[in-house]
Each structure stands twice: as C-alpha cells, then as structure tokens.
C-alpha cells in the first residue's frame, strides 16, 4: 500500500476504530515527565507523552507475570495449557520500542519456538509513532541505530509539522501524519478506517526531508563504531571499571526491569486456597540481581554485582549482539534514567572504549 | 510446540540409596516413546511445588539386540527402554524433598530430554576414563552402563569414584560390581573413612597420577562438584590428555532448559542447550565457566 496521509484531528477517529475490535493500550502521561503504557477508554495523544515510558510496551507481549499452565494435584494430576490471548493494540510505540520487539521476536521465535510469546504477537498491532527530536538526555537510539525503523509495525505515524515549522507558509497549516503502512494487516486497518489518502508525491518528498532533517537533533554518543562493541567488550573483563562499579551498583535489578529487550524469567508454582490445584507461572527476573545464578548447592557462579552487571552489559552488546548482528539494546535510556545511583549505560561502555584505547570518535 | 508444559509420567519404583539420595524409576504415561543420550537430563516437576533439572542416570538401550545380550551380562541393572528411564535425587530443597515424598504410583510432571550429552560414538575405538565426584556418578552412570553395554567398541576402560564418606557412596552395588569385573579399571575412594572401610581414602585427584594414560587415545568423561573440577583438570593436564578429549558436565541454574529464561548461561553460552556437557576445550574460553 502506498504511504497514506492521515489529518491529525481524524487520529481519534482511528483510535476509535481500533477499539471496536481490539484492547487498546495507548501511553498517557502520569505526573510530569512520567508516561505509561495503560488500557486507555479515551484517545491520548501520543504526540503529548514524548519520553519512553517508565515500563516499555513488551509488557504487553511478555507480561511481567502470567500463567504458563493450570494443574490439578493429587492422586492423578492433569494439566492444561492457559491460553489468554486476544486482540490488541498497542498505540503509539515509539521507534527505539518497536526495534526491542523485533529482537523479542527473534528470541522466541529462533530455535525453540515459544508459541505463547508468537501467538500473543500475531494478535498485537503495532501502531508506531516516529520521534523528531530528541525525547530526554538518557537516550541513545541514533548511537544504536534505532531511530529509524523500516519493519516492526504494522503502521508508523511520523507527524508532518514538527520539524520544520518555517516551510509552512501558508496561515493555516493543515495538520497531518504521514503514515508508513508496514504489513498487510496494517493496510487492512486503514482499508476499514477509511480515512486516509494516498500521499502525494510532494508529500513523500517532504516526508524524507523531514527524516533527514531530524538527524541533526540526534548525537552518536559512542566513542567507537557500535560494530566494535562485541570486540570491546570481549576484551574487557578484567576492566578497571567493573571494580569502580562494584562499589556504587547497588544490585537491585531495575535497569533490568524496566528494558525493552530484556526477557529473562523465573518460573513458580502458585497453589490454590483449595489446595487442589493451582498455576505455574512465570514472572521478569533480573540478572543483575544477587540469586540469579545461585544453584542448590549454595554456589553463585555471578557473586559479585560487578560480574552481574559485567554480564548484563554483555548481553546488550556482545553475546547476543554477536548472535544477532545489532545491539540487543534499542538506545531507549531507560536503564540509565530509572538508576537510582546514576550508573548511564552510555558512559560505562564509553569508559570501557577509552579504557582500551581505541575511542576513535569524538 | 508448548515449551513449558510437561507430560505426565509414572514413578514406578523407588529406591532410598542414602540418607540424602533417592533413586527412582520414572515411566511416560500412556506409552509416551522416551529416547536420551546418556549426559541428558529431564526438568521433572511436582505440582505445586515445582520443577528442577535432574539428570538421567539409567543408559538407553542398546538398537542393535544382539548387542543387548552381550551386554546385559556382568550387568547389574538392565538398560532402560521403552518410556522408562531412571534418576537419582539428592534431597535439597523444595522439590527434591516433595520428590522424596512420592511412593510408586506418583505421578510427576516430564519435560525433556534437554541438552547435549557426551559424544560417546566419536570414542569408540578409545581409552576412555571416567571421573565422577559425589552425585556426578548419576549422569556418568549412564555413559558408563551405555560404554560397557558396548564394550567391544572401546578399548581399555578406567573408573575413579569419589564420595566424602562411606555412608555416601552412591550405586554401591553397582561400584563394586564394576570393580569385580577383570575387563575394566575401577577405583574408589572416599575423604573421611570410617572403621569398617578397607578401601582407599583421600580426595580423588590423588587417583590420578598413578594412572599410566595414553593421552592420545584416552577420552576423560568429569562430573562433580564445581570444586572438583580445578584439581581434575590440572592432573589431566600433567597427563597430557587434549583438552578436545576431555568432556565435563556442568551444573547451573535452570528454569525452563529451553534457551530461554537465561538463568543457565555462562558467559554467551546457554548450558541447558550447547550443554550440560562441555569438552574442556570450549570451556576454556569461558572465564565463568571453571
Ligand atoms: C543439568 C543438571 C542436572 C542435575 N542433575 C541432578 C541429579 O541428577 N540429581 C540431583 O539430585 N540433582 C541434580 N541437579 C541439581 C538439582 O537440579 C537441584 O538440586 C534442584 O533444582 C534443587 O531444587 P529444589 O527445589 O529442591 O531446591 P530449592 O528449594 O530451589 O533450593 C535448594 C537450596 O538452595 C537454596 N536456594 C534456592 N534458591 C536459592 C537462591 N535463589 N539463592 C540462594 N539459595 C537458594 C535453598 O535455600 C535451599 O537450601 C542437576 C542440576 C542440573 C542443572
Ligand atoms: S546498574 Fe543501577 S539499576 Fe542496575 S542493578 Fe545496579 S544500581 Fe540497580
Ligand atoms: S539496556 Fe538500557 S538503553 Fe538499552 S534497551 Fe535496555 S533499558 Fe534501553
Ligand atoms: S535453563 Fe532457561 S535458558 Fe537455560
């Protein structure tokens, strides 16, 4: 389907359409400078709640805590598999969030795929909205490479006027969304809405000046090529920095927690009052936490929080960099924002590029 | 696939082997085929309580039935098969102490079998030495029942068991057994005898040096404690056995054994899947690992 040209006073309207046949959760602001990911019964406009929000929208895909299974116990237990999917849309996905979907896709659908994870993203919709300028200090998305996103959504929103305001001569500026359609069932969206029009050729042509004019307010903020991470990393276990960070990470598990591209989980089981049955569920852990890789026999193989973080920091940008060819983190600054001893995410790598001598850029 | 969800399976015979250890003959309900590679372990759960990684420690048996005969004889226990395979459980925590608790007839939650065993048809032809601390004696059993089910294949054939006490010694009967045997090697020792023990006492690295190796030929098979690993490997070391031979089965946490909840890795490595068994040659460049 070609782009589509949406009026920004019909973005309601598409908001309703959605919620005829689908759970929508849309991000809202709550307090100043705090935006959230909540199921909204009225429109909120996107464009309002800029910053990322305190939990990214994985939430929705892989929910912080869920049913795997029901049992019954006793003499002749029996299982049964707890399916709770339907259709939603998450509405207003910034770029940097829709990037950290597609590496959750990738983790649970390479090698042992995971049907509750596939099958709650084949009923999720992805509506994104493009960033224009940049959303707080924390964030990094340009330096990762996930300001702009080609696939991951079903439509993207980029707004038309924000960037440069000066060109629209006219006094009354018309107010509109371009809207890149990325998959059939986005293009089925907007057949239903019927709201849209094809965007004209101007209107492409203005759409790229606007994406290329937004860089300019976006910095790399790595002192290397993010391709050297894997190397850096890989080199610097034994760096001066972990130390430094040993002292100061207090291990409390909240720059896991609030990550978009972070999956790892505990699983229990959850007993009925009835003691007759109950649930197996699973529920965000956190490798930076101190039990992580505690086994029975009281060994820790990750004792030290500077090892966990070590690890954390290995994740992001070697092993599972390695594995997928690009950063398993989308930039978003979370981590670094929500850290109550200050530790950036940006200023650790960049300690340990200078570290090893090869900080190349400025 | 439901990664997460277990069969149901039948604990059809139980055995207490020691203060601390359980042994238990587990059967797939409903003929539920069951096939594993010795080195392979299961996550078996008791509902309601939970789920924990526990090794097979019966050997599959032989395809070929001929070799069935062979190797049955000199055996003391017969080769697992259809849906039914055993386990070994040291009582911990949760849900070692609920499986404790089972009798005959329990039904337990089974998923598995998960990871990567030890590469036993690679051996053949080989010297192959076994080196088991503790509970590691419940995957080694495996490989060491599939080994001499097979014993035409391999060529000369060492045990070394180690337990802290007498009281401790785990598959007695079977140990001893194998020491009775004139076709194979197979010592024990223990770090804290007692009045009746006539065998030998001291930790079990001290086993190795007298050993005269091949190191060409000889595969090490290790399971034990973290601890032990260290001193093992320096011995083998000083024998010149490659690092590419010798084949070391780790323990770590585990919550799904699927590659996913990320609780079993060292370094980028997922243990439930590229292991439990590792050869010492990939390990080394896994500063977590030893
Ligand atoms: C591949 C593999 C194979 C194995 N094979 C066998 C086998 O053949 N036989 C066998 O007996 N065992 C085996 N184990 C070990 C077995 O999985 C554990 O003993 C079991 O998971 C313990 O579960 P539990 O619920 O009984 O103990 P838990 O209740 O989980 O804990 C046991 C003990 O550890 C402590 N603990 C638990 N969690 C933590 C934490 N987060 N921080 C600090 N302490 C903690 C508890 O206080 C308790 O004392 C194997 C493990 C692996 C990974
Ligand atoms: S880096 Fe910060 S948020 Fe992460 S575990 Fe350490 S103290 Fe907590
Ligand atoms: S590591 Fe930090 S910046 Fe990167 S994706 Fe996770 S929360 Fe965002
Ligand atoms: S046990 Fe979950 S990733 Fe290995």
């Given at each position: 389907m070609k782009p589509q040209i949406l009026l920004k006073e019909d973005l309601p309207l598409l908001y309703e359409s959605l919620k005829k046949k689908n759970k929508v959760f849309s991000v809202m602001e709550k307090g100043k400078g705090k935006c959230v990911f909540a199921e909204t019964d009225t429109f909120s406009d996107p464009l309002d709640a800029y910053t990322p929000t305190l939990l990214p929208p994985k939430k929705y895909l892989l929910p912080q805590q869920e049913t795997l299974f029901c049992f019954r116990m006793g003499a002749s237990p029996s299982v049964e598999e707890n399916v709770d999917v339907e259709p939603q849309v998450i509405f207003g996905v910034r770029p940097c969030d829709i990037h950290a979907i597609s590496l959750l896709d990738k983790t649970f659908s390479l090698e042992n795929a995971e049907n509750r994870y596939l099958d709650r993203r084949k009923q999720t919709i992805i509506v994104g909205i493009d960033c224009l300028h940049h959303c707080d200090t924390y964030s990094f998305c340009e330096t990762v490479g996930t300001l702009d996103v080609k696939e991951g959504f079903d439509i993207l929103l980029t707004d038309m006027q924000s960037v440069i305001p000066s060109e629209a001569k006219e006094s009354h500026i018309v107010e509109k969304f371009f809207i890149t359609v990325g998959t059939k069932k986005g293009e089925e969206i907007l057949k239903e809405f019927g709201k849209t029009r094809d965007a004209s050729d101007a209107e492409v042509e203005q759409f790229n000046k606007i994406h290329e004019a937004r860089k300019r307010a976006f910095e790399y903020r790595?002192?290397?090529?993010?391709?050297n991470l894997p190397l850096v990393l890989a080199g610097a276990n034994e760096d001066v920095t972990w130390k430094e960070l040993e002292e100061i990470c207090?291990?409390?598990?909240s720059c896991n927690i609030v990550c978009p591209t972070c999956y790892c989980f505990d699983v229990f089981d959850n007993v009925d009052l009835s003691l007759n049955g109950g649930e197996r569920c699973r529920q965000w852990d956190a490798c930076?936490?101190?039990?992580?890789?505690?086994?029975a026999t009281g060994e820790n193989f990750r004792k030290s929080r500077a090892n966990r973080l070590r690890h954390r920091f290995n994740r992001k940008f070697n092993y599972l960099m390695t594995k997928?060819?690009?950063?398993?983190?989308?930039?978003?600054?979370r981590c670094s924002k929500v850290c109550l001893v200050k530790i950036d995410t940006v200023d650790v790598v960049n300690r340990l590029i200078k570290n090893k001598g090869i900080g190349n850029r400025e | 696939m439901p990664l997460y969800i277990p069969t149901l399976a039948e604990i059809v015979q139980v055995r207490r082997l020691t203060a601390l250890e359980k042994w238990f003959k587990i059967r797939t309900k409903d003929g539920v085929s069951f096939s594993y590679e010795p080195g392979q372990f299961v996550e078996v759960s008791v509902f309601g309580i939970g789920e924990a990684p526990i090794s097979i420690s019966s050997s599959p048996p032989p395809l070929n039935p001929l070799l069935t005969k062979e190797g049955i004889k000199g055996r003391s226990t017969l080769p697992s098969g259809n849906g039914t395979f055993e386990i070994c459980v040291r009582k911990v925590g949760d849900v070692t102490t609920a499986l404790h608790s089972l009798e005959e007839g329990a039904i337990v939650g089974l998923r598995g079998p998960f990871g990567k065993g030890f590469p036993l048809s690679q051996m053949k032809g080989c010297d192959l030495l076994f080196i088991a601390g503790g509970l590691g004696i419940v995957p080694l059993r495996s490989a060491i029942n599939y080994v001499l089910d097979r014993r035409d294949d391999f060529s000369n054939i060492t045990i070394l068991y180690g337990a802290k006490t007498p009281a401790e010694i785990l598959f007695a009967d079977e140990l001893f057994g194998w020491q009775q045997r004139k076709d194979i090697e197979c010592e024990i020792t223990v770090d804290k005898p007692d009045s009746g023990w006539a065998g030998k006492s001291g930790v079990i690295t001290r086993l190795i040096p007298p050993l005269e190796i091949d190191a060409k030929r000889t595969y090490a098979l290790i399971v034990g404690p973290p601890v032990m690993y260290k001193y093992v490997l320096m011995e083998l070391g000083i024998k010149k056995i490659p690092e590419a031979q010798i084949y070391i089965s780790l323990e770590r946490r585990m919550k799904?054994?699927?590659?996913?909840?990320?609780?079993?890795?060292?370094n980028s490595v997922y243990v439930c899947q590229e292991g439990p068994v590792f050869s010492y040659r990939t390990l080394k460049f896994l500063s977590e690992a030893i």
């Open positions: 790595f002192k290397t090529e993010v391709a207090l291990g409390c598990g930076t936490l101190k039990d992580f890789a505690v086994v997928y060819g690009q950063p398993n983190c989308v930039g978003c600054g | 799904c054994g699927v590659g996913k909840c990320g609780h079993c890795q060292i």
